[in-house]
């Protein structure tokens, strides 16, 4: 959720319940509409105590599947710094054909897949690289113990980055269900009309006002918190941006050209097959 937007659904929020409570506060008795006011707090104790253990635990699952996403971007970009190395001790036109894909594949999670993900579009997709490399290794027959070995480790490393790659996807077009999400607005709805049989004309608008702009202050925040967890991808501040497999782009242009390997790929900066 946009820093803005959140501020502004908190402020509305607390100004409507504010405003709500100092309306009802106009006319309602001195001490409340409670007779036993021990006992109403003693509710709403329970309410809020109920309500905040439901929204934390869902805040902490939330923000495991947000950082599960965030290591699986990472790990899937090690992976393909490795591959790279790996593609050059395989047969040398299969490894070079592998190491062109590996780059467009990189260039494409970075760009095209990473905004698919950010605007909740990627849906099943497959990465197209992906499909392409298969294709390539599969014609590949090691002839030596090395291309053998190679070949070898290039399945295991496929195997560990399409995992990264579920791990990092996981979550982009939400993680939290609609029934769940009625529930929290249920409850956050309860707790507001509670609030307002603590109305008491007795008090001051402004205790009044802080009773309640307080109690909703904290459970607008708690909600918004919630959103951003729940889309860990976007363009925001603080969502995910593809900077692992940029800074592997880098890493691996600079190897290769340390090591004097040309390697042609046959997409543009986008990833797109050209």
Not at 8 to 13: P, R
Not at 120 to 147: C, H, Q, Y
Not at 160 to 173: F, I, K, L, P
Not at 216 to 225: K, Q, Y
Request: negative net charge; glycine residues 8%.
């Amino acid at each position: 959720m946009n820093i803005l937007i959140a501020a502004l659904v908190t402020f509305g929020a607390t100004a409507v319940t504010v405003t709500a409570m100092l309306l009802v506060r106009a006319r309602a008795p001195e001490g409340s509409r409670f007779r036993d006011g021990d006992r109403a707090s003693g509710v709403f104790g329970v309410l809020a105590t109920g309500f905040s253990v439901l929204l934390g635990f869902i805040i902490f699952l939330a923000f495991e599947s947000y950082d599960e996403a965030r290591s699986g971007a990472e790990e899937e970009a090690q992976v393909v710094a490795q591959q790279i190395q790996t593609a050059q001790f395989l047969p040398a036109a299969a490894g070079a054909e592998l190491s062109g894909q590996l780059v467009c594949y990189a260039r494409s999670v970075a760009t095209t897949e990473w905004e698919a993900m950010a605007d909740a579009r990627l849906g099943d997709a497959v990465n197209p690289w992906g499909v392409e490399m298969f294709r390539t290794i599969k014609g590949v027959e090691p002839v030596s113990d090395t291309e053998q070995s190679a070949y070898d480790r290039w399945m295991d490393q496929t195997a560990d980055r399409e995992q990264a790659r579920q791990a990092r996807v996981h979550g982009a077009e939400g993680l939290i269900p609609l029934p769940l999400w009625l529930v929290l607005f249920t409850i956050s709805a309860t707790i507001f009309v509670f609030m307002l049989f603590f109305a008491d004309s007795a008090e001051g608008s402004v205790t009044q006002s802080v009773l309640m702009g307080s109690v909703t202050l904290v459970i607008s925040l708690m909600l918004c918190l919630l959103v951003f967890f729940d889309h860990p991808h976007g363009h925001q501040v603080g969502k995910l941006q593809p900077v692992a497999m940029q800074r592997t782009l880098v890493l691996v242009e600079t190897q290769l050209d340390a090591a004097g390997i040309s390697v042609n790929p046959p997409c543009d900066d986008d990833g797109r097959a050209q």
